[in-house]
């Protein structure tokens, strides 16, 4: 580990720990040249998976595009960043979890509606209408109809 001080790349381990969430450990560590001390954080590397998008083309899985979208679709909506951070985490462990190489950007979709049906209406409303690309007011009405029988059950 190089010192971030003076970049000499010795140090010793002062203090470990797991983090608060259990998905890191947390080094406190001495430069064995200058004496002073930085903090590491070590965690498990995931495999990630490409996702396949409407047109075939294939990209890197990338959790940023997920909570952009939740942001625009909760704008002036009462629901806090870190629920949003919540739903983007869940559905990035969900995704590695499945272990697959490829996963297709409708189910990613799918898990986003899922999720905000269950946190706020408006944004559910908001996000299906950008994501699902009703073509006229019919098809809004039937996804609206449809939500709204469920939440009855």
């Known amino acids: 580990m190089k010192c971030p001080y003076c970049g000499y790349k010795e140090d010793k381990v002062v203090?470990?720990?797991e983090s608060r969430e259990g998905d890191a450990i947390r080094r406190r560590r001495e430069c064995l040249k200058c004496g002073k001390r930085f903090t590491t954080y070590e965690q498990i590397e995931y495999a990630l998976p490409m996702i396949i998008k409407k047109d075939k083309r294939r990209e890197v899985f990338d959790k940023k595009k997920i909570l952009?979208?939740?942001i625009k679709a909760c704008e002036k909506r009462p629901v806090s960043m870190e629920k949003l951070?919540?739903?983007?985490?869940?559905i990035e462990k969900q995704l590695y979890s499945?272990?697959?190489?490829e996963v297709s950007s409708d189910v990613i979709g799918e898990m986003v509606i899922e999720r905000l049906a269950k946190t706020d209406e408006v944004a559910y409303v908001r996000f299906a209408s950008v994501y699902r690309q009703f073509k006229d007011i019919n098809a809004f009405t039937h996804e609206l109809k449809k939500f709204l029988n469920e939440k009855e059950k």
């Open 98 to 101: 499945r272990m697959e190489k």
């Open 85 to 90: 951070e919540e739903i983007a985490n869940d």
């Open 15 to 17: 203090d470990s720990r």
């Open 68 to 70: 952009n979208g939740l």
